[in-house]
């Protein structure tokens, strides 16, 4: 199973971004995806999941209301819909998956067995 992730750029503060995640290997149907950061001399955080058993999806506070997770289980492809980005979104961004489906979703990266390569957001103020 391998994970690629793109979309990553240089943006200025208020515009918008979108990362796509895509899947090869398996089908991500019943799968939760998520997104996880890293910022320069931070550790990783949680961004974003959704968890397919319950529909919910789940965001971090400081992006909650600006960001959108999403998928489109046909291309085997998340998307991670970025508006409004702030400098301090600037990170490197990781999509991830699990090798089976969870009851809910979580934000520990542990939880996920599978990465992305990542994928680079600069935010200039």
């Known amino acids: 199973v391998q994970l690629q992730a793109s979309g990553g750029g240089v943006v200025h503060a208020g515009d918008s971004l979108r990362l796509s995640c895509t899947v090869s290997g398996r089908t991500i149907n019943n799968l939760d995806m998520a997104w996880f950061r890293r910022a320069p001399g931070k550790e990783r955080e949680f961004v974003s999941a959704?968890?397919?058993?319950?529909?919910?999806?789940y965001y971090a506070d400081n992006v909650k209301g600006r960001f959108t997770i999403s998928r489109d289980d046909k291309k085997k492809t998340a998307y991670l819909q970025m508006n409004n980005l702030k400098p301090e979104d600037t990170a490197v961004y990781y999509c991830?998956?699990?090798?089976?489906?969870?009851?809910?979703?979580?934000?520990?990266?542990?939880?996920?067995?599978?990465w992305g390569q990542g994928t680079q957001v600069t935010v200039s103020s």
């Open positions: 991830a998956t699990m090798s089976r489906p969870a009851f809910d979703c979580s934000t520990v990266g542990d939880s996920y067995d599978y």
């Open positions: 959704d968890n397919r058993r319950s529909g919910n999806m």
